[in-house]
């Protein structure tokens, strides 16, 4: 078959087919597990005598392309849920006899393996039809990891042997290059290196610490946020970190979201629970007055901190932790607004991606999921005006099915940062459900009561996901506006320190942020740290710079800028960070 009409999942499923025979050559007593393909190649699961070393993966590559050469063909086998149990049971394949099983109770009554030369697995394949179809396809065996059977801690670590695939040389190439690109990016490492937060597990796993950078760069955003905020009608409130367990009743959260939620705890003989979620306190102070048709859209906006539950095996740097901080806002609107409020808040949210540097995406709306609350009919008129917003937008967007939250559908937007990876920040969602909870309700131009609709919304989601992104997108390097120190004043020796501090007072006095490294250290090497730091510019002062009243500019990435005058470095500085 010619490759360029063969589906690449289709390629990966077939190779990670040849990894199980390749493995179970070399250990004829391996136990299989599963084999799936993935975004970038595909995985198998194996029960094996030995641990796996790293030293293994070139042999078992030179196994597969040797398998690859015979020109196998894959036969598909169907065979009854008994005797494929009885087969497997005899062969001593326990995890597939167990996975038989699952098929059994579920009803089926026949199951497919596929045969390879001398290699039989259980799997729906599809295959290609030949190794003679895999010879020209560029796979690599990437890594080793650990994976528990059927993902629960439960049971058995099974080795979980990873590789990559792609249709030719190039894509592999590209993806490696891409891949090196990104472990520079690393916001872990990053963050440390440069200052910008810490996590250390005396406070707990995926609860970070904000060093004095980090702080001004979570600062930076926020206020700038905030500004366009109270731009747009905003009004900014503040809730606490826990409530009373009655609200997460009424919010149906303890129904719905249970397992994210920290335990409970008792003050004053009442239950209380720390907050998953900002939206029970906003709509309790909508609550606190009676409203007027006039006095819709009331727009609530909060930086709010949450907690939620993650298992220790997903957490990841400052992209997924268990404290955080949102953006958050809820729009309290009539119905005949909705439209307009959900079109204003999809701009709005382009708006300030596009000025942290972000100009691709990538929009989903995501449908009723399969847990939810509230009437169908209620769930179609939100997922409408979700979608008549897009449209009237002219916003390419993709349908994502059953990924809305419990109480509504939702409009998801993901950046792309500077190597094309997605990355989820906005979400916009229609929420007819907490409204009717809560009871809340507004006088209509009739004297009569009426009930609201709530759009839940935040632009970049978490600051902490965000900043994490932001860190990679721009590798550290962050724009003017947005580096916690943007220059930095390097005296040549220590006479020329008092220099340094008057430049340094100068800028300051422009709200400048800058620091000075004065330590007795050659200039190269306070280049040199300054470079590994990312700071934006780097003005270096001796006697010639004194004599003249000004500073040699440097520029990270540039190099040398000649002399520059005070006056017009600070306007250089200040007219960067629009």
């Given at each position: 078959?010619?490759k360029e009409?063969?589906?690449?999942?289709?390629?990966?499923?077939?190779?990670?087919h040849?990894?199980?025979?390749?493995?179970t050559?070399m250990?004829?007593d391996?136990?299989?597990g599963?084999g799936p393909?993935?975004?970038?190649?595909?995985?198998?699961?194996?029960?094996l005598?030995?641990?796996l070393?790293?030293?293994d993966?070139?042999l078992?590559?030179?196994k597969?392309?040797k398998l690859?050469?015979k020109?196998?063909?894959?036969?598909k086998?169907?065979?009854?849920?008994?005797e494929?149990?009885?087969k497997l049971k005899k062969?001593d394949?326990?995890?597939?006899?167990e996975?038989?099983?699952?098929?059994?109770?579920?009803?089926?009554?026949?199951?497919?393996?596929?045969?390879?030369?001398?290699?039989?697995?259980?799997?729906?394949g599809?295959h290609?039809?030949s190794t003679?179809?895999l010879?020209?396809?560029?796979?690599?065996?990437?890594?080793?990891?650990g994976?528990?059977?059927?993902?629960?801690?439960?049971?058995k670590m099974l080795?979980?042997?990873?590789g990559?695939?792609?249709?030719?040389?190039?894509e592999?190439d590209k993806?490696?290059?891409?891949?090196?690109?990104?472990?520079?990016?690393?916001?872990?490492?990053?963050?440390?290196?440069?200052?910008l937060?810490t996590i250390d597990?005396?406070?707990?796993?995926?609860?970070?610490?904000?060093?004095p950078?980090?702080?001004?760069?979570?600062?930076?955003?926020?206020?700038?946020?905030k500004?366009?905020l109270?731009?747009a009608?905003?009004?900014?409130?503040e809730?606490?970190?826990?409530?009373r367990?009655?609200v997460?009743?009424?919010?149906g959260?303890?129904?719905?979201?249970?397992?994210n939620?920290?335990?409970?705890?008792k003050a004053?003989?009442?239950?209380?629970?720390?907050k998953?979620?900002?939206c029970?306190?906003?709509?309790?102070i909508y609550?606190?007055?009676?409203?007027?048709?006039?006095?819709?859209p009331?727009r609530?906006?909060?930086?709010?901190?949450?907690?939620r539950?993650?298992?220790?095996?997903v957490?990841?740097?400052?992209?997924?932790?268990?404290?955080f901080?949102?953006?958050?806002?809820?729009?309290?609107?009539?119905?005949?607004?909705?439209?307009?409020?959900?079109?204003?808040?999809?701009?709005?949210?382009?708006?300030?991606?596009?000025?942290?540097?972000?100009?691709?995406f990538?929009?989903y709306l995501?449908?009723?999921?399969?847990?939810?609350?509230?009437?169908?009919d209620?769930w179609?008129l939100?997922?409408?005006?979700?979608?008549k917003?897009?449209?009237?937008?002219?916003?390419k967007?993709?349908?994502?099915?059953?990924e809305?939250?419990?109480?509504?559908?939702?409009?998801d937007?993901?950046?792309?940062?500077?190597?094309?990876r997605?990355w989820?920040?906005t979400?916009?969602?229609?929420?007819f459900?907490?409204p009717e909870r809560?009871?809340?309700?507004y006088?209509?131009?009739?004297?009569?009561?009426?009930?609201?609709?709530?759009i839940?919304?935040?632009l970049v989601?978490s600051?902490?996901r965000?900043?994490?992104?932001?860190?990679?997108?721009?590798?550290?390097?962050?724009?003017?506006?947005?580096?916690?120190?943007?220059?930095?004043?390097?005296?040549?020796?220590e006479?020329?320190n008092?220099?340094?501090?008057?430049?340094?007072?100068?800028?300051?006095?422009?709200n400048?942020?800058?620091?000075?490294?004065n330590?007795?250290?050659?200039?190269?090497?306070?280049i040199?740290?300054?470079?590994?730091?990312?700071?934006p510019?780097?003005l270096?002062?001796?006697?010639?710079?004194?004599e003249?009243?000004?500073v040699?500019?440097r520029?990270?990435?540039?190099?040398?800028?000649?002399q520059?005058?005070?006056?017009?470095?600070?306007?250089?500085?200040?007219?960067?960070?629009?």
């Open positions: 078959m010619e009409k063969l589906d690449i999942e289709t390629i990966r499923h077939s190779l990670s040849i990894l199980a025979a390749a493995v050559e250990f004829p391996a136990k299989l599963v393909a993935i975004e970038t190649g595909f995985y198998y699961d194996f029960d005598p030995r641990t070393i790293p030293e993966l070139p078992l590559e030179e597969m392309r690859i050469a020109n196998l063909r894959f036969e086998q169907e065979l009854p849920v008994k494929a149990e009885e062969s394949e326990i995890y597939k006899a996975l038989v099983e699952d098929l059994k109770k579920a009803g089926e009554q026949k199951v497919i393996l596929y045969k390879c030369g001398d290699f039989v697995d259980l799997c729906q599809p290609v039809e003679a179809d010879k020209d396809v560029a796979f690599k065996l990437d890594r080793i990891a994976a528990y059977w059927k993902g629960d801690e439960k049971n080795q979980r042997i990873y990559l695939a792609f249709k030719d040389k190039a592999l993806y490696l290059k891409n891949r090196e690109e990104a472990e520079m990016r690393d916001h872990r490492k990053l963050g440390e290196a440069l200052g937060f597990e005396m406070v707990g796993a995926g609860l970070p610490l904000w060093l950078k980090g702080a001004i760069l979570r600062d930076l955003i926020r206020n700038y946020i500004e366009e109270l731009n009608g905003y009004q900014m409130v809730t606490p970190h826990i409530a367990s009655e997460w009743k009424v919010s959260h303890l129904e719905f979201y249970k397992e939620m920290y335990s409970s705890f004053d003989e009442q239950e209380f629970l720390v998953p979620m900002n029970p306190f906003h709509l309790t609550k606190n007055k009676v409203r007027s048709y006039r006095d819709l009331i609530y906006a909060e930086f709010g901190t949450v907690y539950y993650e298992k220790s095996g957490l990841h740097g400052l992209l997924r932790v268990r404290g901080t949102q953006d958050d806002a809820h729009i309290f609107c009539r119905a005949d607004q909705a439209g307009e409020e959900i079109k204003k808040t999809v701009s709005f949210a382009i708006k300030v991606l596009r000025h942290f540097g972000f100009n691709n990538d929009i995501s449908t009723k999921p399969e847990k939810a609350v509230g009437d169908e209620k179609e939100a997922t409408k005006s979700l979608e917003a897009l449209k009237d937008e002219n916003l967007y993709e349908i994502d099915p059953g809305g939250v419990f109480y509504g559908p939702k409009i937007i993901k950046v792309k940062d500077i190597l094309g997605p989820q920040c979400t916009v969602q229609v929420d459900n907490l809560f009871d809340l309700e006088v209509n131009e009739k004297g009569e009561k009426e009930r609201p609709i709530m839940h919304r935040a989601g600051l902490e965000f900043i994490g992104v932001l860190i990679e997108h721009y590798g550290g390097a962050f724009p003017v506006w947005l580096a916690p120190v943007q220059a930095i004043v390097l005296p040549i020796s006479g020329h008092a220099y340094a501090e008057k430049i340094a007072d100068d800028l300051r006095a422009k400048i942020r800058v620091e000075i490294d330590r007795n250290e050659s200039i190269s090497r306070k040199r740290d300054a470079e590994l730091q990312k700071i510019y780097m270096v002062v001796g006697d010639k710079e004194k003249s009243q000004k040699s500019l520029k990270y990435g540039e190099g040398d800028k000649g520059i005058e005070i006056a017009e470095l600070i306007k250089k500085i200040n007219d960067r960070a629009c």
